[in-house]
């Protein structure tokens, strides 16, 4: 089985909050539909942004995503690493295009950097609480992500790249420090509800890790709430294990 099909295939079945994120508001992810973005993402991907689409083209394609840490930047990641993308992850400003230079595909939910990008395909992906599309209208060459990705099956219709990773070498990814918080929640013995007090958003292979091994995750950014407060919510969201 391909991994983005494992992934899918254990994400679907965890009928529970997966990931809750805790910033500017709160985001609450469950498996089913963490499943069903990736699969509109990896949809997106082989069809529609693929420069491989009619052949000829023997490069790996590559995607800048430049959006916030949250569930939007992770399930871009998740679905382009496990199709077997090169991905990068940046925030571009105005001062600094050029980088963009030789990505196929360009996401972010800043028009100006959208705008000087010279990437293949522009995508402006709104990141707004509960938003189904971009708000506003949007310059010519510059497509809605949030339109693209609901055009698309829930269902993954594709397969992925030879380049793509096994699972098992996706979530080897994980640094030592994050390794450090897996090992602390296997410790357990059971999967869990884990709390991550944090300035730091977990990568996309942790989160990865954790999810199929049964685990959910609870992240409050420290940017946004104090530990007396963080303690709270963790309490409130009945997390086992907290982790700092």
């Given at each position: 089985m391909q991994a983005i099909s494992h992934f899918l295939s254990v994400a679907?079945?965890?009928?529970?909050?997966?990931?809750?994120?805790?910033?500017?508001?709160?985001?609450?992810?469950?498996?089913?539909?963490?499943?069903?973005?990736?699969?509109?993402?990896?949809?997106l991907l082989a069809s529609d942004l693929s420069p491989n689409l009619f052949?000829?083209?023997e490069n790996t394609p590559r995607i800048l995503i430049s959006l916030p840490v949250g569930w939007q930047s992770t399930f871009w990641q998740v679905s382009t690493n496990l199709m077997g993308w090169e991905t990068q992850?940046?925030?571009?400003?105005?001062?600094?295009?050029s980088i963009t230079f030789s990505f196929d595909v360009h996401v972010s939910d800043d028009l100006v950097p959208l705008e000087a990008s010279t990437a293949a395909w522009r995508l402006a992906h709104s990141t707004a609480p509960l938003a189904m599309r971009w708000g506003g209208s949007l310059p010519a060459g510059i497509l809605d992500a949030l339109a693209e990705l609901m055009a698309?099956?829930?269902?993954?219709?594709?397969e992925a790249l030879e380049s793509a990773p096994t699972l098992d070498g996706y979530i080897a990814q994980v640094d030592a420090e994050e390794d450090a918080l897996f090992t602390a929640a296997s410790e357990l013995g059971t999967p869990t509800r884990l709390g991550l007090y944090t300035e730091n958003f977990p990568s996309a292979p942790l989160l990865v890790r954790l999810w199929m091994d049964g685990h959910s995750v609870v992240v409050v950014d420290k940017s946004h709430?104090?530990?007396?407060?963080?303690?709270?919510?963790?309490?409130?969201?009945?997390?086992?294990?907290?982790?700092?």
């Open positions: 679907q079945n965890a009928n529970r909050p997966i990931l809750t994120h805790y910033h500017s508001f709160r985001d609450e992810i469950s498996g089913p539909v963490a499943a069903r973005w990736v699969a509109k993402m990896a949809n052949g000829g083209d992850t940046a925030i571009i400003s105005q001062d600094s295009p698309q099956s829930d269902q993954f219709e594709y709430y104090g530990a007396q407060k963080a303690q709270e919510i963790f309490a409130s969201e009945k997390v086992r294990l907290i982790l700092d």
